[in-house]
């Protein structure tokens, strides 16, 4: 049955490489290109073509950017034609080792020319291939994450953050890199082997050391940025140190499972697992004390706030108070009487009256103001 299926995979590669050799050049079309792609993602699973690979690359390095069409084109109509998870994985690798050649215009491409989100190997049963399948998932998943987030870094802010020496770098900088590193650590830490039979397969090994690769180059930026964020974390507003409280935890639980990763990789030959460094753990001293700086931070900002309330709160109490308090002038033509009003007699004394003083009857006693002097 193997041989039989290896046998129906050659088959097929040179229908294709016969197909490439009848097409002719265009602008989207370089059948010499097309036909080292075809080689380097061959059906065979037991060795890979590193000669065509390295045919490919060396043509991405010395070609000039608007020539990149025939690359995206032709990996894109092997990978999308394509039920077979040898094919679907060489294709990822070769597209890996061109991300890796660091050409600027490749950082145009944005989201993957492909789809291999829902990719299932059509040439064997799903209970034997099950896992191939969620291997080639996860590994398009990362590539198609890192293509985006090369494509985000053409932004002139993106790139200034990523140039700028750490300790330059503003905190909300180093937090920005944290939280891209350790969403591309998540995608990585999911392209592993699921069955028995796939950690002895020598493909498999192969792109797990490309993988390995890759947690090494994010693990250092996480490293660097989480030191980044400890030394500026008293500078910190809110926000920022809230936000990089949580990073921080995050990141630990994160540590744990990659030293858990590191320990399958050993166990299946990975031969890149050897040069990395040990996973350290956040000491929980220093995340304690980003607590406290939140803690101080949220207390100082509630203060703040309850002070900012407190002169409306006076206003409302005071302003009525001082509105009652005013003195008001009624004018007014008409006189109110009184039951205590009475009538007084000028003879009996004649210093209790007033001048046209008002009576019960409406009249007015008229008085004659004493001459205090010959009085």
């Known amino acids: 049955m193997w041989n039989w299926k290896r046998m129906v995979g050659a088959i097929k590669d040179k229908n294709s490489l016969w197909i490439t050799s009848m097409s002719r050049r265009s602008v989207y079309c370089n ?82 020319p492909f789809d291999l989100s829902n990719f299932r190997d059509l040439h064997s049963s799903a209970n034997k291939t099950w896992g191939y399948d969620a291997f080639v998932r996860a590994y398009f998943t990362f590539l198609d994450q890192k293509s985006m987030l090369l494509c985000a870094n053409e932004d002139p802010k993106g790139r200034m953050i990523l140039r700028e020496e750490c300790k330059d770098r503003p905190i909300m900088g180093d937090i920005q890199i944290l939280l891209k590193s350790l969403a591309l650590l998540d995608s990585l830490l999911q392209i592993r082997p699921q069955m028995e039979c796939m950690k002895r397969a020598c493909l498999i090994r192969e792109a797990m050391d490309c993988v390995i690769i890759e947690i090494f180059d994010a693990y250092s930026k996480v490293c660097s940025c989480i030191a980044g964020v400890l030394s500026k974390i008293y500078m910190a507003t809110h926000a920022e140190a809230s936000m990089a409280l949580s990073l921080l935890r995050r990141a630990n639980v994160q540590g744990d499972e990659l030293s858990k990763y ?21 000491p929980e001293e220093d995340i304690q004390e980003v607590e406290r700086v939140v803690i101080e931070i949220t207390s100082d900002h509630k203060s703040q706030e309850m002070g900012k309330a407190i002169v409306p709160m006076a206003e409302k109490v005071i302003m009525p108070a001082a509105q009652s ?43 004659e103001i004493p001459d205090l002097i010959c009085f």
């Open 31 to 112: 059948p010499d290109l097309e036909a080292a792609i075809i080689k380097a993602t061959s059906h065979d699973e037991t060795r890979i073509d590193y000669k065509n690979a390295q045919r490919v690359y060396a043509w991405i390095r010395t070609s000039p950017a608007f020539n990149l069409k025939p690359l995206i084109w032709s990996l894109s109509y092997r990978m999308d034609r394509t039920r077979s998870w040898v094919v679907a994985i060489k294709g990822l690798m070769l597209l890996h080792g061109v991300f890796c050649c660091k050409i600027p215009i490749l950082e145009m491409i944005g989201r993957l």
């Open 262 to 282: 590191f320990e399958l990789c050993w166990s299946i030959g990975v031969l890149n697992v050897s040069e990395f460094v040990k996973v350290e753990r956040i």
């Open 325 to 367: 308090m005013a003195l008001m002038t009624v004018i007014t033509d008409k006189w109110e009487v009184f039951e205590d009003v009475r009538t007084f007699d000028i003879r009996t004394n004649p210093f209790e009256t007033t001048v046209n003083h008002p009576t019960y009857n409406g009249n007015y006693i008229k008085q």
